[in-house]
């Protein structure tokens, strides 16, 4: 039985011996609430490494009632130490690290009987270390800020032990709002959440996050007096591009790259926290400079407009290496930028992040296929670029959306991709991966579990996820895990097994008929969610839990009724449709409210609220009434 991280922990107590069945434990941490062990730290411990020893004794008092002294290494080495981090200690242990290897946020875990070793890089490695062995070792996890499994054992021994970890991306970052706690991002080993403190280890840091040309160079500021630095677009120089979004900078402007530089040594001066300054294009999907020296540019890069972009950020690189030669630049390939040049090469200061989408010939990447399956036409875009840009660069990162923006709350049902994906990065030479989610609000489809996955794949691409979906709808859901994986599976089955012409899923679409989610699917699903609501309606936190789920459903009825009330004929059955479907939609924003669901799209959009939902309804209720127009 899984709880909630509020409640006290379950009973099962289970012995974790990765000693190949020794009978015996090679080390016996606890027994009956008592132990010989304490745990050491240097006198000169970073930050996460003195909270790497106090969240170890925290949960080591939760598993087995046993409450181990922290001491440092000024004090002599005893008998029984889990020694955490380089230390007089392990020095004394003869216990080799190769701290050089393991970087900020390797580890290794070693049994040295009768003593144990959990060290690794000062900035978060230590820290990372002793969340592994918890969960790897002892069985704990965090699934939500607040839903967690830690067992109680009596007796807790261990087995043998010998693990080094080493993260293959440098770079890993879940956007999703309760992703953004800062407890959760560190104990699942996030490293690019905004709110990690100092003590959770620091956060990979950028300035600005993106689409910064503007703050490089403000229109308000320069425009008037230095329009050539502005795109020609149209024959004009101008800052609004397409869709009244802002335009792009003239990037082979002398004055105007002389300008961005100083402006990003300020930046600079004035972020010393920052392992990044971003020179990104703006947001949109056009205003890219069309000069005579931007478009021959481009053409010599064979039609590439990622061409001035990329000769722009190598020489803001060159010149801020010169007094600052760690720092890096970071820029996006976006939209209309993301072809890569045919023959220039990037800075070795300078990071692409590849955005997965929009791509000019379509869509953004498609969520339903993975990346790899070349059968899936919509993501051949995503394909070229990811192989073009590892051929000339050595850093490329990927911004990776796997939420649909548009509909927060229809069913999106992408979680079989997202471990493929991952791994398909990894393997084509990708260091770092931003996965965005719905990070503006609380509520979109299974956001708590899409968020766990992606943590755990980022840390390790070879996670089984199928297992670990398995355990966050036990802890999560209850006893109505098994209709909620039955509901999942019946989404994927229909999704991963349609017709690749008709079953794309994109993060923009707007439509709420989509063909995955068919009639019999439909029916289905409201049979799977009303037998799990009523299999957990006596567990309160739980029953809110499914009903939030189940929403979704409420809202395809509808937003699917909005058509039809639209369309009926004055008449015999018009009042009881319109009767039913005020009902409905009475039933549905109640419970909304009751739930916490505040938004039923992205916050960037208009009209995102649930109230602007409603109206939007209303409106369609004054049709076939006396105001024809509704109200």
Known sequence: MWRDSRCSSCGIVREKDTGGGSAEPVLLLADGGSSDFRIVVSSSASPSERRGAEELQRFLEEICGAR?????????????????????????????????????E?????????????AGGRKRGTMYGVYAFLEEHLGCRWFTSRVSHIPLMGRLGIGHIEDRQVPLLEYRD???????????????????????TEEHGGKVTFHPFGHSFYALIPPDEFFKSHPEWFSLVDGERTTTGKYSRAAQLCLTNEEMTQQAIRTVKEWIGEHPEAD???????DGRGGWCECEKCAALEEREGGAHSAPII????????????????????????????????????????????????????????????????????????????????RITGRLYVWDYIVNFRQYLLPFPNIHTLGPNIRYLVENGVRGI??????????????????????????NPDYDEEIGMGEFLSAYYGKAAGKIREYLEMLREEVAGGDYYTSHMQLFNPHVDVPYLTPDVLARSRVLLEVAEGIVANDPEVLKRVRRLRLSLDYIKLSMAERLVALLDEGEGQQSVLDWYDCSKAGFFSAAEELGVENWRATCYAGNSMEDFRTRLDSTRGIGKDDPGGS
């Open 434 to 459: 931003f996965e965005q989610g719905s990070g503006d609000v609380m509520v979109s489809d299974m956001a708590e579990l899409k968020a766990y996955l992606s943590a755990k794949l980022l840390w």
């Open 174 to 196: 879940v956007y999703y709002l309760d992703a953004r706690d800062p407890d959760w991002a560190a104990r699942n080993r996030v490293n690019g959440t905004w709110t990690l």
């Open 311 to 390: 000769n722009f950020v190598n020489r803001i690189a060159e010149a801020v290496a010169e007094d600052n030669p760690g720092m890096l630049i970071d820029t996006l390939t976006y939209s209309y930028s993301w072809r890569a040049p045919r023959t220039m090469k990037v800075h070795p200061n300078v990071v692409i992040r590849l955005v997965t989408g929009p791509y000019p010939r379509g869509e953004p990447a498609c969520s339903a296929h993975a990346f790899e399956d070349v059968k899936c036409y919509a993501n051949a875009d995503l394909r070229e670029a990811i192989r073009d840009w590892s």
């Open 276 to 282: 990044f300054i971003s020179v990104s294009q703006n």
């Open 106 to 118: 390797g580890f290794v875990i070693r049994t040295s009987p009768p003593h144990l070793v959990i």
């Open 68 to 104: 181990l002294p922290v001491v440092t290494d000024e004090d002599p080495i005893s008998q029984h130490e889990i020694v955490l981090g380089d230390s007089a200690h392990l020095r004394q242990l003869g216990v080799e690290v190769d701290f050089d290897e393991l970087g900020d």
